[in-house]
């Protein structure tokens, strides 16, 4: 809370920042609340460009729920000696002692979470033009700590039929939800992958038809077949809830959140569309 509205103050105090003092409980709170430092114990590739990273931590269980698929990792700037971690200041608002060497922030998804050996694992896409994130994943060792704050994002919306759709980026996620739907369950999931190697398999309620699409033999720049795939699937007609989820590059996102909107005009309760990444272009920080 602190945080929060501390950051406001000084957002909109512009040129002429006010000293901020606090007073009150949680004035020992020396760290962001939802910052913890996580050990690599474990690395493995799960398939040629997926890189699996099992990392132990005080507070798993923050990443327990599926309402807790994400986290921001942060990557030591290459220029520190000592690895940096947040303080939270005296106004509230987080601060670093070599602000100009904080570390870099990437976006990753918890794959799944073991309680008993207060564990979780994440996949990391080892991508072409490798930033941050996954030179990270292809260099890590296990004893490496990194921090992590979150979770954030969204949980699975309740529905009687389920379209997901994704590449190799949101694959984890949807890994984790397909695992984690009911029984009854059904519906299809399209994922795209640079070929067959690259296929994992994924456990799900036995009427939820998985179908892998292969880049392989495709121009570099041919548009994803994710977009052609949604278009042509048949929704379910009459009271049933449907549940529309994507995750995949930013024009493909722009293209299936497109058609969703304006030609099957689902409503916002009954998609979720993201762009998990941009071709060409590093993710902002
Ligand atoms: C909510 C959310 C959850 C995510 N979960 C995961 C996850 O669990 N595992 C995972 O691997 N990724 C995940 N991503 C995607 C990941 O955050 C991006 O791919 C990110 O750009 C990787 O950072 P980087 O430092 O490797 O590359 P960047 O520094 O961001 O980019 C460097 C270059 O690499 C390109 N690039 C980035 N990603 C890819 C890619 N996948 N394929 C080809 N080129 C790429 C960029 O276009 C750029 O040219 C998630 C994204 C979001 C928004």
Request: aromatic letters at 8%; charged letters at 25%; glycine letters at 10%.
């Amino acid at each position: 809370m602190r945080l929060s509205v501390a950051s406001h103050i000084l957002e909109f105090a512009g040129d002429d920042p006010p000293d901020i003092a606090w007073t009150g409980d949680g004035g020992e709170i020396v760290r962001p609340p939802n910052f913890q430092i996580l050990e690599v114990v474990d690395c493995r590739n799960v398939t040629p460009h997926m890189r699996r990273l099992t990392f132990a931590g005080e507070n798993v269980a923050r990443f327990a729920g599926l309402d807790a698929l994400h986290f921001n990792l942060m990557i030591q700037h290459p220029d520190v000696m000592e690895p940096q971690w947040p303080h939270v200041g005296a106004n509230g608002v987080i601060s670093w002692d070599q602000p100009d060497l904080r570390p870099i922030m990437r976006k990753y998804t918890v794959r799944s979470v073991d309680m008993a050996a207060g564990t979780l694992d994440v996949d990391f896409v080892l991508h072409a033009d490798a930033g941050p994130g996954s030179a990270f994943a292809q260099t890590a060792a296990v004893g490496d700590r990194v921090g992590v704050i979150g979770p954030g994002g969204g949980g699975l919306v309740a529905a009687d039929w389920y379209l997901f759709a994704s590449d190799e980026t949101a694959l984890p996620a949807i890994g984790r939800m397909l695992e984690h739907l009911p029984a009854g369950a059904r519906g299809k999931a399209y994922v795209e992958v640079s070929d067959e190697g690259e296929a994992q398999d994924l456990s799900a309620p036995p009427a939820i038809d998985i179908e892998w699409l292969f880049r392989k033999g495709r121009a570099d720049d041919a548009p994803s077949q994710l977009v052609d795939a949604v278009k042509g699937v048949k929704f379910p007609g009459g009271d049933q809830r449907i549940h529309v989820w994507a995750g995949c590059e930013f024009k493909t996102f722009r293209a299936i959140r497109a058609f969703l909107r304006n030609e099957r005009r689902l409503t916002n309760m009954e998609h979720l569309v993201v762009s998990y990444w941009r071709s060409g272009r590093a993710e902002e920080e």
